[in-house]
């Protein structure tokens, strides 16, 4: 069975730092992996995508990588502003479960002005 | 601003009331869910649907029905819930249920609260 991991469960840091959030999933076999983004009282909104033949992926500020073999995948937010406070979520799709996301238990990020 | 727009966004219902949940997507997007999420928990996928037909049950109970009158429209269905169905209740879709390297967009939600 998948498990999905998120470190830390949550982070507060300083307007203007760069931080990075930690995924880990148990099952190398995914077929791609998201990272959301969650505001409180909302739905999800999408961030990036990362195919698993793909190393990384980028928008902007925000850097995600992939390690399928070592089953590892980080969140990278540049120059941190109050905006970006919102609890970040990932989620695998396996190669033998269609559609199915598998979601970490998220990271609560805030940052302080 | 969303592209799957949910109503209601909020719904107060006792155990033996009858009311629906819907969700609406314009972006010919073949692929709806359901999810259920529950406070300071990720969502949990309760139904997928592919071209209109139900495709995917996780094993929901029945006082959950679903519905997916046409492409663009997924209803769920609710009677004689339980406290413990208090939840956001999201809806989302994609290009394809199979496969894809298309991500899933989500609605805004609608909050039920069981009384």
């Known amino acids: 069975k998948q498990e999905v991991t998120q470190i830390p469960a949550a982070l507060s840091v300083p307007e203007g730092e760069n931080l990075v959030l930690n995924c880990s999933f148990t099952d190398s076999a995914i077929y791609n992996l998201q990272w959301f983004r969650q505001d409180p009282g909302k739905g999800l909104t999408s961030l990036l995508l990362i195919q698993s033949s793909q190393r990384e992926q980028t928008s902007g500020r925000l850097n995600a990588s992939l390690d399928k073999s070592s089953g590892r995948s980080t969140l990278y937010i540049a120059a941190s502003q109050p905006g970006d406070s919102a609890t970040y979520l990932c989620a695998v799709t396996r190669e033998t479960s269609g559609s199915r996301l598998t979601f970490g238990e998220g990271t609560q990020l805030t940052v302080n002005p | 601003d969303t592209e799957v727009t949910q109503t209601p966004k909020h719904l107060v219902m006792g155990m033996t009331n009858k009311k629906s949940l819907k969700c609406e997507q314009h972006?010919?997007?073949?692929?709806m869910y359901w999810y259920k999420q529950k406070a300071k928990k990720p969502p949990e996928l309760m139904f997928v649907y592919s071209y209109e037909k139900l495709s995917i049950n996780e094993s929901v109970p029945s006082r959950f029905s679903p519905e997916c009158p046409n492409s663009s429209l997924l209803n769920l269905h609710l009677h004689a819930l339980q406290p413990e169905d208090s939840a956001l209740y999201l809806c989302?879709?994609?290009?394809?249920?199979?496969?894809?390297?298309?991500?899933?967009?989500f609605g805004d939600g609608t909050r039920l609260s069981i009384l």
């Open positions: 989302a879709s994609s290009q394809g249920s199979m496969l894809t390297n298309q991500p899933q967009h």
């Open positions: 972006m010919g997007h073949r692929a």
